[in-house]
């Protein structure tokens, strides 16, 4: 399984963007991936590569859609190939859960 921390937003368009990130998140929720949206970024766990970018491109496409001047994006990716991990796991592991 492939976890990512994702967070992507525009920085052409003020100093509050909650209505892109919004809109973001709906991309993100009907992905049908499991995810857990925080105040700064989403993490989201994804089968396989493919279906990350997947997912990370129609938020980006929304955002473009908006009309959008300029998009950050943040992309962290951490992929076990010697255990299944998850979001679950990982916080388990540091006594989040």
């Given at each position: 399984?492939?976890?990512a921390?994702?967070?992507?937003?525009?920085?052409?368009?003020?100093?509050?963007?909650?209505?892109?990130?919004?809109?973001v998140?709906?991309?993100?929720?009907?992905?049908?991936?499991?995810?857990?949206?925080?105040?700064?970024?989403t993490?989201?766990?994804?089968?396989?590569?493919d279906?990350?970018?997947?997912?990370?491109?129609?938020?980006?496409?929304?955002?473009?859609?908006?009309?959008?001047?300029?998009?950050?994006?943040?992309l962290?990716?951490?992929?076990?190939?010697?255990?299944?991990?998850?979001?679950?796991?990982k916080?388990?592991?540091?006594?989040?859960?």
């Amino acid at each position: 399984m492939i976890i990512a921390e994702f967070a992507i937003f525009p920085t052409s368009e003020g100093v509050s963007v909650s209505k892109y990130v919004k809109e973001v998140i709906k991309v993100i929720e009907s992905s049908g991936l499991k995810h857990e949206t925080g105040g700064m970024s989403t993490t989201i766990e994804a089968p396989d590569l493919d279906t990350l970018f997947k997912v990370i491109k129609k938020c980006h496409e929304v955002l473009v859609n908006m009309k959008a001047k300029r998009i950050h994006i943040d992309l962290r990716i951490d992929h076990r190939l010697d255990t299944d991990a998850s979001i679950e796991s990982k916080l388990k592991a540091i006594g989040k859960r």
